[in-house]
């Protein structure tokens, strides 16, 4: 015979609990509550109190340079940044003004915009200084950066190399400048009058989705590369002026473009690439100026007394008179592509599967 009890219990002290089916004895106990625990530290007020342990907030005020000063003296403000204890400098929507004022990044802290057209740092650096100088293992991204100085820089990396990712960089001068770095751009677009967008001194840095459009009265570029194995992917250069503006120009480099296009309108003729004692290896890319008002226009020159070898695959070249000019002896292979103007100069030119505008075929010779 079995035996069943079901008892809810609440505040019973239990005194006997004898085998199955035997006499369960209880006595109650008073519910009490006990004295009061000490009272605890007051804790943190503001953003800190959400739980940001290595986030620092900057907030904008209605004067943009006491908003530059507050965004200076917050990343000063950080120490102890390491590779185990990143930090993060998180900007609300506003506009920055660091003046003359370098914003020098710091290792191990991330400097993060509310988007491209919600931050925004401004400034008038010195003669070849920087708005912002870049730091190794740091990332500067999703904001504007806008220089004022003609002689200034607006991005300013060398011998360091940060991440530079979702940015816009747009003013006068050269608005990005990359020194014996090996730094990664990934889309940034760059906005220039009368100056030069990304110029690149050594290294080996990787340049992907980056748009960069040149325009003005005064001489300019879209890139300037010297002595660097730059290597760019997704990259778009478009030139507007009345003077001269080439898109890209090498001084004893080795570059290389992929999936990218340079656009060029100018009243007097310009080049899309100009190589001196350089190589350059294209694939998939476009160099149109058939919006040229001026018939001299280049499409590819080279120059120099090293002469380096051109490859060129399934790509574009529109040019009304002269797609590729040797003043020395460079090696050039075409194939796959389509070739527009003439070819002229020294060396030699070996084209395969290549066609003209027209779709006629080019000899062996690009003839």
Not at 183 to 204: A, H
């Amino acid at each position: 015979m079995g035996c069943f009890m079901s008892i809810h219990l609440r505040c019973l002290r239990i005194i006997v609990l004898s085998s199955v089916c035997s006499i369960l004895v209880l006595s109650a106990a008073r519910c009490t509550r006990g004295p009061a625990g000490p009272t605890g530290p007051v804790g943190t007020s503001g953003l800190n109190a959400a739980g940001y342990l290595r986030t620092v907030i900057v907030s904008p005020v209605d004067d943009p340079h006491e908003s530059g000063l507050a965004l200076i003296s917050a990343l000063d403000g950080i120490t102890g940044a390491a590779e185990a204890s990143p930090f993060l400098l998180k900007l609300e929507p506003g506009v920055y003004d660091v003046d003359r004022t370098a914003l020098i990044m710091k290792q191990f802290v991330d400097i993060e915009g509310s988007g491209e057209l919600g931050t925004k740092i401004i400034g008038i650096p010195s003669p070849d200084a920087g708005i912002i100088v870049g730091a190794d293992n740091a990332e500067l991204r999703n904001l504007t950066v806008e220089n004022h100085n003609f002689d200034g820089i607006g991005l300013y990396v060398t011998g360091t190399s940060p991440r530079l990712t979702q940015l816009r960089v747009m003013g006068v001068g050269t608005e990005v400048k990359l020194v014996n770095s090996q730094t990664t751009l990934d889309r940034v677009r760059i906005s220039c009058s009368n100056g030069t967008g990304i110029e690149i001194d050594g290294g080996s840095p990787a340049l992907n989705n980056i748009q960069v459009d040149i325009f003005g009265s005064r001489y300019g570029m879209g890139v300037k590369v010297e002595s660097s194995r730059a290597k760019f992917v997704n990259l778009t250069i478009s030139t507007d002026s009345i003077r001269p503006m080439p898109g890209l120009v090498a001084t004893g480099s080795a570059v290389t473009l992929t999936d990218s296009r340079i656009q060029l309108v100018s009243s007097y003729g310009t080049t899309g690439i100009r190589l001196e004692n350089s190589s350059l290896d294209l694939t998939n890319v476009t160099i149109d100026a058939t919006g040229e008002l001026h018939e001299y226009s280049r499409g590819i020159i080279n120059v120099g007394d090293s002469p380096g070898t051109v490859l060129i695959n399934r790509s574009t070249i529109l040019i009304r008179e002269y797609g590729i000019v040797n003043e020395s002896a460079y090696t050039v292979k075409i194939g796959g592509s389509q070739l527009g103007g003439k070819i002229s100069g020294p060396g030699t030119f070996t084209c395969t599967n290549s066609y003209t505008p027209d779709f006629v075929s080019l000899g062996p010779n690009c003839l």
